[in-house]
């Protein structure tokens, strides 16, 4: 029933922008914290940013702060991470998560590379 289906990943060039989207199905998606968390090969899963349900306050990983943004548009029942100044280290798949359960949306690739 719950369902998340992540888009908007794709190659950019350092310093370059992108924004995710995270379209959710199945909840009550206002009700509910989400999260962006990404994953390479070469590293484990890294938690980037969450955003709370009622109020909208943001969380983000230092690796993050101050060059991504998460939001939310509840009436689109989507959830967003604008990536700005991308470096190769933000190389990785980006997943959107309910903050509680264990519901995850299948990733979108992001390479960051000239």
């Known amino acids: 029933q719950v369902q998340l289906v992540e888009s908007g990943g794709g190659l950019v060039q350092p310093g370059g922008s992108l924004r995710l989207s995270c379209t959710a199905s199945g909840f009550t998606f206002s009700s509910y914290a989400m999260s962006w968390y990404r994953q390479s090969p070469g590293k484990g899963r890294e938690l980037v940013a969450t955003i709370s349900a009622v109020s909208g306050s943001t969380m983000y990983a230092d690796s993050a702060k101050g060059r991504f943004t998460i939001a939310r548009d509840n009436d689109k029942k989507t959830l967003y991470l604008q990536m700005n100044s991308l470096k190769p280290e933000d190389t990785a798949i980006y997943y959107c998560?309910?903050?509680?359960?264990?519901?995850w949306g299948q990733g979108t690739q992001v390479t960051v590379s000239s």
């Open positions: 998560k309910r903050l509680t359960g264990n519901y």
